[in-house]
């Protein structure tokens, strides 16, 4: 139960926190938006790791391997908020939640073999956002389904980034501790986004805007401690959970910010969620 309770905290605050820095990189721009986030996540996490402590057996190669990942994961979420500035919620996180699917293909170049649940999972991703990216609403501009189009091809850059990261960091997680890692790319997030904005008076504090990525950046590290807290009693319960925040997502741009897919991009977004929640399946099995 706490497994569950866990990835649906992750999948909760994920899927809120998405759609929260959709509308702040309309209005302030990626980079700013990633720079409130990057700083209220960073005030979020740095008493989790404070907690956690500093892992005793900790490696040069393991500090290398969390700036590699941190790095990333600042570039993906880059990539996420330029997308989610010009192109449809539900068309970005369908394809941004295939991370999963990347890591696996990344794992499988690097000689790791995968079975046919696994390779179902992989498939079905790879249809369900062909399907998403092609798809077009009745009611769609031309300009619209141009923007669509091109945040389809950035959220899938995002995905290429986010699925390499979590390759790199999936192992050096289980030695220093998740909190490091995702305290690491919050850190760089400040680092590399909100000290060079603020140096040169470029970040933006338009509101409603900075309030959105600032709760943007407060659930997205808190969904990932609640997914820490149901991981301990069952990872794989838990990560198919989580998963689900690209359904959450899809259905706040529904009903709130009245976003209208087509049915072939629906019945794509459909495939990818089943397609990540097998993946999850099978890494659990």
Known sequence: MIAVIGGG???CCWGVSTVLAGRSSRQIGPASTLAW???AGAVVITPVVVW????????WEDILLVVIGSCGSVLGLRLTYAALAKGKVGVVVAITSTEGAIATLVAFAFGEAFGLLTAAGVL???VGVAAIGLGRHVDDSHEMVRDNRSAALTAGAAALVFGSCMYVSGDVAQRVGPPWVVFGSRFLGVLTMAVPLLIRRQLQVARPALYFACMAGVLESSGFIGFLWGAGQGIGVAA????QYATIATLISWFILRERLSRLQIGGLVTVI?????LSVASAV
């Open 9 to 11: 905290i992750a999948a």
């Open 37 to 39: 986030v990057g700083i």
């Open 52 to 59: 956690y402590g500093i892992p005793s057996a900790i490696t």
């Open 124 to 126: 079905m991703a790879t």
């Open 240 to 243: 198919v959970v989580a998963t």
């Open 274 to 278: 089943c397609g990540v929640v097998l």
